[in-house]
């Protein structure tokens, strides 16, 4: 008789439990069960510069408290994050500091960049001279999650997303490529007409 943990959902235990006599043996792969573990146990370093630090703080208190989904301990220091969410705007000052946060943090490291600031620039500081047009001309992004600000939905949703693809077992650099959409084709050149 088979018992098997894993549902439809991508987000169930990678392996299944075959019944005998005294017990049950699991039976799954160990880089399935590593990325299954690694997934629900990501450690976020919060890197709140501006408005969206307000959203991110607001999606791990009580209301919608992300320790539910697996984030369950922001830390103060990259030596004990998994993932580093930029919430707010980089200015050119402020580049080396985030760059140094990133190269501290142990391997593997992901990122998620939240809010309009640390996508793109941002809406209000966009041509400015002082700020960084995304993080992404820093340090590599795994997740963007598009506002001004973001919902907490949605940064739960980006770290939900995240986990999936850690869940697959993609490598760092597989992520960062499925995070890059194709744009299609003629399609700036019709917005700027």
């Known amino acids: 008789m088979t018992d098997k943990f894993q549902s439809e959902s991508s987000l169930a235990f990678p392996g299944e439990v075959h019944q005998t006599p ?29 408005c969206c630090a307000i959203e ?6 009580a209301k919608y408290d992300w320790s539910r989904f697996g984030f369950e301990v922001a830390r103060a220091t990259p030596r004990q994050a ?31 960049a939240m809010g309009a600031c640390a996508t793109s620039g941002g809406p209000f500081f966009y041509n400015t001279y002082s700020v960084v047009k995304g993080a992404d001309h820093i ?3 795994d997740v963007y999650v598009a506002g001004c600000p973001p919902r907490p939905e949605a940064l739960i ?21 499925e995070s890059k959409l194709p744009s299609p084709k003629g399609e700036q050149e019709a917005f700027y007409k």
Do not use: C, H
């Not at 949703?157 to 490529?177: C, H, P, S, Y």
């Open 56 to 61: 991110m703080m607001s999606t791990a208190a």
């Open 82 to 112: 998994d993932v580093i969410i930029i919430a707010g705007t980089i200015v050119n000052k402020m580049g080396p500091v985030l760059k140094r946060l990133y190269d501290q943090m142990g391997d593997p490291k992901y990122v998620i």
């Open 157 to 177: 949703n980006a770290l939900m997303l995240l986990q999936e693809k850690i869940k697959k077992g993609l490598t760092r650099e597989q992520i960062r490529e």
């Open 139 to 141: 340090i590599p992004v």
């Open 22 to 50: 005294s017990g049950g043996v699991l039976v799954s792969k160990l880089d399935d069960v590593i990325n299954w573990a690694r997934s629900n146990s990501l450690w976020p370093l919060v890197f709140g510069t501006s």
